[in-house]
């Protein structure tokens, strides 16, 4: 986790927004709530602009916050496939919200 934070000590506000905040977790989750499960290089493929440590620290970060699960496969090439726990599944529905308000809301841009 890149925060040198107690969780427990957090307000469920302060800790919903470090889940969703940041420029990638939203659409990270967005990603996987359209997915049972997904893998890394397909993850990156579907995130134009993300670099491959971006996308490392951010699942990182959302496994250590426990809405999302790593799933290594020990196969030649080795196969790793990410997906949302039962915590990130009731993140769905926010998730959702927010992008439709997005949808609705987004400026136009000349």
């Given at each position: 986790?890149?925060?040198?934070?107690?969780?427990?000590?957090l307000?469920?506000?302060?800790?919903?927004?470090?889940v969703?905040?940041?420029?990638?977790?939203?659409?990270?989750?967005?990603?996987?709530?359209?997915n049972?499960?997904?893998?890394?290089?397909?993850?990156?493929?579907?995130?134009?602009?993300?670099?491959?440590?971006?996308?490392?620290?951010?699942?990182?970060?959302?496994?250590?916050?426990?809405?999302?699960?790593?799933?290594?496969?020990?196969?030649?090439?080795?196969?790793?496939?990410?997906?949302?726990?039962?915590?990130?599944?009731?993140?769905?529905?926010?998730?959702?919200?927010?992008?439709?308000?997005?949808?609705?809301?987004?400026?136009?841009?000349?």
């Amino acid at each position: 986790m890149k925060y040198n934070v107690n969780l427990e000590q957090l307000c469920p506000a302060t800790f919903a927004f470090q889940v969703v905040g940041g420029k990638w977790n939203l659409p990270i989750l967005a990603i996987l709530s359209e997915n049972d499960t997904i893998r890394y290089n397909e993850l990156k493929r579907s995130l134009n602009g993300i670099t491959g440590t971006m996308l490392t620290n951010c699942l990182k970060d959302l496994i250590d916050y426990g809405v999302i699960h790593r799933e290594q496969y020990n196969e030649v090439p080795p196969r790793v496939e990410y997906s949302l726990t039962e915590a990130g599944k009731k993140l769905v529905p926010l998730v959702e919200s927010i992008v439709a308000w997005g949808e609705n809301n987004i400026p136009v841009v000349k």
